[in-house]
């Protein structure tokens, strides 16, 4: 089926369950690939929900860790950027409001909507935009975020659009979530063998045990207010240097 084709037949039931269905097959695919990390992930599944959240033109990701800095980790063209720029710019829109208070805000048509007036004034003066969907992620830390879907005709956005694009936002969530889970465990494992490399060549070369090793490092980076990654790093860094 042609993605137009798609995109008109999702009201039917049996359309929107494969719909789901292929929602969830895209993120199992996505975080089982081993090259998969967070970047790729979250870049991908904005390609997926322009052509999967019925009505959507474009898509992209808004995330802010308290209402007043935005990030945008993934977009499919250059107007979700530049949206999100608009509202850093007034510290408003949908996808703010939508990141903070509500699971999702719908904007059928920028050119009447009330909600957002510097934002829609900007957006329409810069942008062809005229219809705007976003839908809360839940991510880990002390950041929220909205997966959002644009398109340049206003009510462009039908009911089965909510539908489906909650379900994408789910599991988008959920995926981003895990990989970057991942790679901060990598990160620990890899910071946790520096660190021990480093310790044992200060037993070796001072005759210390392995927590007066760690002491002394850890006094180290604290008189030098250097991270303990970083000291460990150095020492490695030096005793191979010396070794060449």
């Not at 996808?95 to 719908?106: D, G, Q, S, V, Y």
């Not at 829609?120 to 839940?138: G, K, N, Y």
């Not at 490092?217 to 490695?236: F, G, V, Y």
Request: net charge negative.
């Amino acid at each position: 089926m042609e993605l137009e084709d798609r995109k008109i037949a999702v009201n039917d039931p049996v359309e929107v369950e494969a719909t789901h269905l292929r929602i969830a097959q895209i993120v199992q695919d996505l975080y089982g690939r081993p090259d998969a990390d967070s970047d790729t992930v979250i870049a991908e599944l904005a390609e997926h929900a322009a052509i999967e959240i019925p009505g959507a033109q474009y898509a992209g990701v808004t995330v802010t860790r308290n209402a007043k800095h935005i990030d945008t980790p993934a977009t499919t063209h250059k107007w979700p950027l530049l949206l999100d720029e608009i509202q850093q710019r007034h510290g408003e829109g949908p996808c703010l409001t939508a990141a903070w208070k509500e699971k999702i805000i719908h904007v059928a048509d920028l050119t009447t909507d009330e909600r957002f007036p510097r934002y829609a004034r900007d957006a329409l003066a810069e942008t062809p935009i005229r219809s705007v969907m976003a839908f809360q992620m839940w991510i880990a830390g002390e950041r929220m975020g909205a997966l959002n879907v644009y398109a340049e005709t206003a009510h462009a956005f039908r009911p089965e659009t909510r539908e489906i694009g909650l379900v994408f936002a789910t599991h988008s969530s959920v995926a981003w979530n895990a990989a970057r889970r991942d790679e901060q465990f990598k990160r620990a494992l890899s910071s946790r063998d520096v660190i021990g490399q480093a310790k044992g060549m200060l037993m070796e070369r001072y005759g210390v045990n392995a927590i007066q090793a760690f002491d002394l490092l850890r006094k180290l980076s604290q008189d030098s207010n250097t991270p303990l990654i970083q000291i460990a790093a150095d020492l490695i860094e030096k005793q191979q240097s010396s070794i060449e």
